[in-house]
């Protein structure tokens, strides 16, 4: 019997963990997880208690010989790791609702992953993963670091870049979910058809060939955009307005989170709109976690709700699985993640990460060269590339002039009085999680 994997994940009181159980169980046969440890910290230890005891009836339910432990001793837990999964949150639901409510109570987009919120979600973020990545240094030297904590993109390029750890694989669901839902449409079997992303996360676009080589991208975009209304392929973004003849003239199928660039006044006011109705985004995703931890509570529960496919990340952890699976038996799987660019986008510095189409390999993600993109494309993806790398500088030295330059910078920030106001706002509200801004 091979020795078996010890699988991390830190953040493991999230609802989203019995999806990756769920994965592992599935997967036990390549990938013999003989130990999962779920870390969390004191706020979350009721959530661990539940999901920890969840994931644990699970595994006794599929027969499959891993023990799960769960700990608020991070340290511990990585000792020895071979995989670190991160899905972690600092500050809790709380911290994302004034992401959202803030910039939202000055007329500004308030979301998760883009904008102002995106900007301190990354604040909050890079200085946690960061000390992560030290203790990984020294505790588990040989393991990968698989993360899915937002906004993923930014938080890979700090790993690299101020953490110098190579071994990092940055996962979004978005691209896990085009394949799925596209395939669907296109009537072929995903196994049949290459994706080909290319840009950073959130702001990427893609084309697809099927398996006698013809290019069917303009198809796909007639049977996305061409008819009535284009559908979302992502829980959290409930309409797509960009609209037929802007998407057929790329050639290229943009991404869910690009209507928030192209059609930045339609999500504003539905943003309001919800705001002034149910609350925000993170408000309604509050609902849906005690809905999902009231159900993981029941002990006869031993498999993953429907009711997860309600929030926005579904298919990430299983996805996660999947990489994890690739890099341990080496199976070159093609899977779209964010690495480091090395040529693979001649538009972006060879040394940032981007999010790309790859061959996942025992030695982590090969990208597929994609080459240029057009002004079209160019334009702002540089932008948006070079506005993380200011949020990540400033999250790293806590340069209050920085990270003026990121958001006036940031297309979703009306620039002048109002960014400084917002951005005023936002770190006091955020204060006690910005250490290098406040010490
Ligand atoms: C999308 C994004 C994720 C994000 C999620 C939010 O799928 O790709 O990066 O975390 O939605 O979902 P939520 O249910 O928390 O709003």
């Known amino acids: 019997m091979s020795k078996g994997i010890k699988i991390v994940t830190i953040g493991g009181g999230s609802s989203y963990t019995p999806e990756l159980v769920e994965g592992f169980i599935k997967r036990f046969d390549e990938l013999p997880v003989r130990e999962l440890w779920l870390v969390d910290i004191e706020a979350g230890k009721e959530k661990l208690e539940i ?35 991160t899905q972690l949150r600092v500050g809790l639901l709380d911290a994302r609702i004034l992401d959202e409510r803030i910039p939202l109570s000055h007329g500004l ?26 203790d990984m240094k020294e505790l588990c030297p040989n393991a990968w670091l698989i993360n899915f904590t937002n906004p993923a993109g930014m938080v890979t390029e700090a790993v690299l870049r101020y953490g110098k750890w190579d071994k990092v694989v940055g996962l979004c669901n978005i691209p896990v979910n085009a394949v799925f839902e596209e395939a669907e449409i296109l009537e ?28 069917r991208t303009d198809e796909l975009i007639g049977k996305m955009y061409g008819q009535e209304e284009a559908k979302s392929i992502v829980a959290n973004i409930k309409d797509n307005n ?29 943003e309001l709109e919800d ?9 309604k995703v509050k609902q849906i976690e005690q809905e999902l931890f009231d159900l993981y509570k029941d002990p006869k529960l031993d498999y993953k709700p429907q009711q997860l496919a309600e929030r926005g990340g579904a298919r990430y ?9 690739s890099i341990h038996n080496d199976k070159r799987t093609t899977m779209t993640v964010s690495t480091r660019n090395n040529g693979t986008i001649t538009d972006l510095p060879s040394d940032t990460a981007v999010e790309v189409t790859c061959m996942i390999t025992g030695k982590g993600p090969i990208p597929y060269t994609f080459g240029s993109f057009e002004p079209k494309q160019r334009g702002l993806l540089q932008l948006m590339k070079s506005m993380e790398l200011l949020t990540i500088d400033a999250a790293v030295t ?21 960014a400084k106001q917002v951005m005023d706002e936002l770190l006091e509200a955020h204060k006690q999680y910005l250490p290098n801004f406040f010490n």
């Open 242 to 270: 960009l609209i037929f003849e802007q998407v057929e003239n790329l050639h290229m199928v943009p991404c869910p989170y690009h209507n928030y660039y192209y059609y930045t006044d339609k999500m504003l006011a539905e």
């Open 275 to 283: 705001f002034k109705n149910n609350g925000t985004r993170a408000e």
């Open 51 to 85: 999901v920890g005891a969840m994931a644990k009836r699970m595994v006794k339910a599929a027969g499959v010989d891993c023990e799960v432990h769960l700990t608020l001793d991070r340290r511990e837990a990585l000792k020895d790791a071979d995989f670190v999964t």
């Open 398 to 418: 806590g340069d209050y002039g920085t990270l003026l330059q990121a958001f006036t910078m940031n297309p979703l920030v009306t620039s002048g009085d109002v």
């Open 188 to 215: 072929e079997k995903p196994k049949n058809l290459f994706f080909q992303f290319a840009g950073i996360n959130h702001l990427h676009w893609h084309t697809v060939v099927d398996s006698k080589g013809n290019d």
């Open 109 to 134: 987009i308030g979301q998760e992953t883009n904008g102002a919120g995106g900007i301190f979600k990354a604040l909050r973020t890079v200085p946690v993963i960061l000390d992560i990545v030290e």
């Open 317 to 325: 952890s299983d996805a996660a699985c999947e990489i994890i699976n």
